[in-house]
């Protein structure tokens, strides 16, 4: 008897790099880059005004990295940069520059990675972040189009799986991996 190992319940998701790389940084570009500027969710031309509001917030001493400027950085952002700006940095930068609907839609988001990282998590807990990203999901095109969805995006209808099997998402995220190649080098 050979065992088969199961390839699906033995990958997990590294939101690191599907969430904050990818799905962060993509909503930062969509709503800032100037090549969005005729598009519905863009705030492009407010982008100034958002490097303000990032530089008035004075981080707590266990964020080691001050806010860096939207307009000349984000596409440059560390890992924990991102981290920072989906959990703490984002909401009240962004709070009346983006349209109601793109706010209430990413703060789906927002809501669904956080409790994922919860250091205890309820099956309820669980189960309310899979309702949240299934309909940042669902409303995904509607708000940005076809064309702008992504793996990363798919993936996050998985993330509720992987803390199921394994525990919160910061557990087996490359965060540490990262830190150690850095370490290296």
């Known amino acids: 008897d050979s ?13 690191m790099h599907s969430v904050l790389f990818g799905l962060v940084r993509r909503l930062l570009s969509l709503w800032f880059d100037t090549k969005y500027s005729n598009e ?3 705030i492009s031309n407010c982008v100034d005004v958002a490097d303000q509001h990032l530089s008035n917030i004075k981080p707590p ?18 890992a924990s940069e ?34 994922l990282n919860l250091a205890s ?23 940005y189009g076809e064309q702008h969805m ?13 803390v199921k099997q394994l525990g919160p998402l910061w557990v087996y995220s490359c965060f540490s991996f990262e830190s150690m190649n850095g370490k290296l080098v």
């Not at 065992?3 to 998701?13: E, K, V």
């Not at 992504?150 to 992987?162: E, F, K, P, R, T």
């Open 82 to 115: 991102c981290r920072t700006w989906l959990f703490f940095y984002s909401v009240p930068v962004l709070f009346r520059l983006l349209k109601t609907e793109v706010f209430q839609h990413y703060l789906l988001l927002v809501d669904a990675i956080f409790i």
């Open 40 to 42: 519905s969710f863009s």
């Open 121 to 143: 998590i309820s099956n309820e807990q669980v189960n309310h972040s899979e309702e949240l990203l299934i309909k940042f999901c669902s409303l995904f095109s509607t708000i």
């Open 150 to 162: 992504s793996a990363n995006l798919h993936q996050l209808l998985h993330l509720h799986d992987n």
């Open 3 to 15: 065992i088969c190992p199961d390839i699906i319940n033995g990958t997990c998701i590294d939101y």
């Open 61 to 78: 001493y266990y964020i080691h990295r001050h806010p860096r400027s939207i307009k000349e950085h984000a596409k440059y952002w560390k």
